[in-house]
């Protein structure tokens, strides 16, 4: 019903900053919540951030709080993940989601799933 595209990943040395775009098709983004997580092979998906439907609360991961900042622009059908100070233990796949429930911090509450941007944070 939606289709999520990540963009923005790449390499970025540590301390650096990288901002993610994920772009969703159709006229109903904003009754989705948003969120952010991340996955490095042999770990479980990790919620990162998430957002509600018009943007007004923010939720983070213990491990992003106070380095990453998520936002929505609903009339772009876009929502944002800006990264600074990042850290090599940073490195990992994000995907973003689209929900119609509350915004949650595990993957079983999102629907819809963008196909993933590689950020890789050398030392």
């Known amino acids: 019903q939606v289709q999520l595209v990540e963009s923005g990943g790449g390499l970025v040395q540590a301390g650096g900053s990288l901002r993610l775009s994920c772009a969703a098709s159709?006229?109903?983004?904003?009754?989705?919540?948003m969120g952010w997580f991340r996955q490095t092979p042999g770990k479980e998906r990790e919620f990162v951030a998430g957002?509600?439907?018009?943007?007004?609360?923010?939720y983070y991961g213990d491990s992003v709080k106070g380095r990453f900042t998520i936002s929505r622009d609903n009339a772009k059908n876009t929502v944002y993940l800006q990264m600074n100070s990042l850290k090599p233990e940073d490195t990992a796949v994000y995907c973003c989601?689209?929900?119609?429930?509350?915004?949650?911090?595990?993957?079983?509450?999102?629907?819809?799933w963008g196909q993933g941007t590689q950020v890789t944070v050398s030392s």
């Open positions: 989601a689209a929900g119609t429930g509350w915004v949650t911090f595990t993957p079983s509450g999102y629907d819809y």
């Open positions: 159709g006229r109903t983004f904003s009754s989705y919540i």
């Open positions: 957002v509600t439907r018009s943007g007004a609360m923010t």
